[in-house]
């Protein structure tokens, strides 16, 4: 099993969030989902992202492969923790 750690869309028309997730690869994008990693929202200003950074990455050792939109968003929250 191929795992991939992506975003998953939610919310409604107009107003999408998106959850960082663990997921075989094989599932739709909304899909199953293995385990839910953090959040993104796009339309907030400031800190956007909540992503637990422990759990990513113990999931990279297990051998998941982050996409690049979440590979950038864990890189920020990594800067965002480190100068707080």
């Given at each position: 099993m191929a795992v991939a750690i992506r975003l998953r869309q939610e919310g409604s028309k107009g107003r999408l969030f998106y959850r960082v997730v663990a997921a075989d690869q094989r599932f739709k994008r909304d899909g199953r989902f293995i385990e839910?990693?953090?959040?993104?929202?796009?339309?907030?200003?400031?800190?956007?992202?909540?992503?637990?950074?422990?759990?990513?990455?113990?999931?990279?050792?297990?051998?998941?492969?982050?996409?690049e939109t979440v590979r950038s968003l864990i890189k920020r929250q990594v800067k965002a923790q480190a100068s707080n």
């Open positions: 839910i990693l953090g959040t993104y929202d796009p339309q907030k200003k400031g800190e956007n992202t909540n992503i637990d950074i422990e759990k990513v990455n113990s999931w990279i050792s297990k051998g998941a492969q982050p996409s």
